[in-house]
DNA sequence: GAGTGATGTGTAATCGATTACACATATGAA
DNA sequence: TTCATATGTGTAATCGATTACACATCACTC
């Protein structure tokens, strides 16, 4: 491996030289530096980073922490933020927590040691020792997803989305909605997608039946037995279901096709997220886009922010959109 | 930042011992091994991996190069590249090339100076530069889904399926099959499964109409223009169409259920890849899995084993399945 | 009691870059 | 002519780890 060292010699200057030119830091003579730089070019130097991180304390890579990393919402929030990041000359250290939530704080840890820039954290919940460890740190970092206290974070209007969808049946003509959320650890897929259902309901004196209020996994299948749960109860039967994920909406709406219910005449059904699936099945699948791509790209672009200096913590709402479709 | 210095005064020892301690390298005493470890501990210590592996020469970081970071193929396989070397204790670097030839050998380089352990590369395309590039840069390397000589290439029987899917159409009493392939460039889904649909049909002394065979671009759209043009032949109409991809499929589905053809009486539906969408698009989608987090897990493995030193290069053919759905 | 190998620890060189500081020369102003 | 400033280059310290080598003890063996 040719090193800085080895270009100076070739070059006659010192590695000094070498080093300015190839940065653009200091005054290099126009004939020295195009015999350097013809002298890389030829080589194919490229300057260690591990060297140039260890004196300059920056490596130009970005640590991601995702909770998962092969569903569609995590490979476009990947997607948007390596577009902006890229175009900057950053890269990408992927990390996949698996929805353990000790892995998120080991893997910010984790990152730290390999110097990265900046972090950025999909979470999955909120706690103490997590938000510590995010002070402790001490890096440029922002919460996607999540709104972290003090922290920079990009989140989506959980609660009035839900609002939204909630008031959208109502407005339709539905009366008995059942739902089918997740955990409620995860504060915004959990708790306030669940909290704006119950109150939308409760503000239009809809009665919401125990067994209409199912939780799941995320997962097709969670959102199919959920349905399955919430229909095996035959004397108060919904007539539409709100499930908070697409995946779990689309589990629903297998069970519901499977046992001759009809969509939406039936039972209607929602999802949030606009999955690319969301629009292919049939019936094609109401739902909420939440940018994800967009949301990326935000946290990509505050993270920038923070690296050149304005660190203040900021907390960016990303928009959404209802998609109306055939199954309500 | 504490450093290793900073650790060793604590202790009271040498920064040497320190280090051993840390690695299990050499002899340490157990008291001393115990305060070293109990100090770590207390102040969360982690060693600087720039420094580490600038003294070392290894990073810890394996490199991965995808021609598209949010696509369903590209996200399986990352999920199976992570799961084999996180258990290893090994990080992923993550790049897009968007599908520009040239940066795939930019990345090469790139990741090559960043002092990545290996480097798994999907690429589109094979040409002579990349070829050498990849030789040069002279590390752990591996191929997936495309065949490059000399390096180990981990691949799917695009042949052999495209035959299988082909054969299975005829077999159904498909006599008339129309074909959306993408450009030849790309030698695995371009030529190969382009080649073993004519060479199956010339078996089988069947006839491609010229309008039957179009060329798509990976895109959902694309699928759904090729299966116009192919329809607005009127006098040679296929009964049958054979995307190679999911996402093309689903495109001239679209197409077909817009214009009320009948899937599949009229005309019958096949792609390849086994998205979950193809699952529930209505008819469901017949198809072909391609196991794609395993080709990830093969790869990964593959690699795995050439960082310790068994580098011969190998071809790994991965298996797949034909899925028989209600579109045939 | 001398020799030998195992155990435990430290000294200092090294990896490949950046950068503070010093020094030399050229240029222009006074 | 002289001094200040701009320009160009080099010397050497530094970042935080690993590791070859040296040295000191200790326990055994013969």
């Given at each position: 491996m040719t090193t800085i060292n080895d270009i100076a010699k070739m070059a006659n200057v010192s590695r000094t030289t070498v080093s300015r030119a190839l940065n653009n830091s200091g005054y290099v003579s126009e004939d020295v530096r195009k015999k350097i730089m013809s002298i890389v070019e030829e080589t194919g130097y490229m300057p260690s980073v591990s060297a140039k991180s260890l004196r300059t304390k920056r490596s130009g890579v970005i640590g991601i922490i995702l909770p998962?990393?092969?569903?569609e919402t995590a490979s476009r929030l990947v997607n948007g933020i390596n577009d902006v990041l890229s175009k900057q000359g950053f890269q990408i250290l992927l990390t996949d927590?698996?929805?353990?939530?000790d892995k998120e704080i080991e893997y910010i840890r984790l990152l730290k040691s390999r110097q990265v820039d900046g972090i950025i954290l999909s979470a999955t919940n909120i706690n103490d020792e997590l938000l510590q460890t995010i002070q402790d740190v001490d890096l440029p970092f922002v919460s996607l997803g999540q709104d972290f206290p003090g922290v920079t974070s990009v989140v989506y209007d959980d609660y009035a989305a839900s609002v939204d969808v909630t008031n959208m049946l109502i407005q339709k003509g539905y009366d008995k909605i059942a739902f089918i959320g997740v955990g409620?650890?995860?504060?915004?897929?959990?708790?306030e997608r669940k909290q704006a259902y119950l109150q939308t309901m409760a503000k239009h004196d809809l009665p919401v039946q125990d067994h209409w209020v199912e939780t799941g996994d995320f997962s097709i299948e969670s959102g199919y037995e959920g349905m399955k749960r919430i229909l095996q109860n035959h004397d108060a039967q919904p007539n539409a279901v709100f499930a908070v994920t697409d995946r779990m909406a689309i589990g629903a709406m297998e069970y519901l096709k499977e046992q001759g219910y009809k969509i939406p005449e039936d039972v209607a059904v929602t999802g949030i997220g606009?999955?690319?699936?969301s629009k292919y099945v049939s019936p094609s699948l109401t739902t909420v886009d939440y940018f994800n791509k967009e949301a990326g790209e935000e946290a990509a672009r505050a993270l920038l922010g923070q690296l050149q200096g304005k660190n203040t913590s900021k907390k960016i709402k990303n928009s959404y959109r209802l998609i109306l479709r055939d199954s309500v």
């Open positions: 998962r990393i092969s569903t927590t698996e929805l353990q939530k409620e650890e995860d504060p915004s897929v959990g708790y606009a999955s690319v699936m």
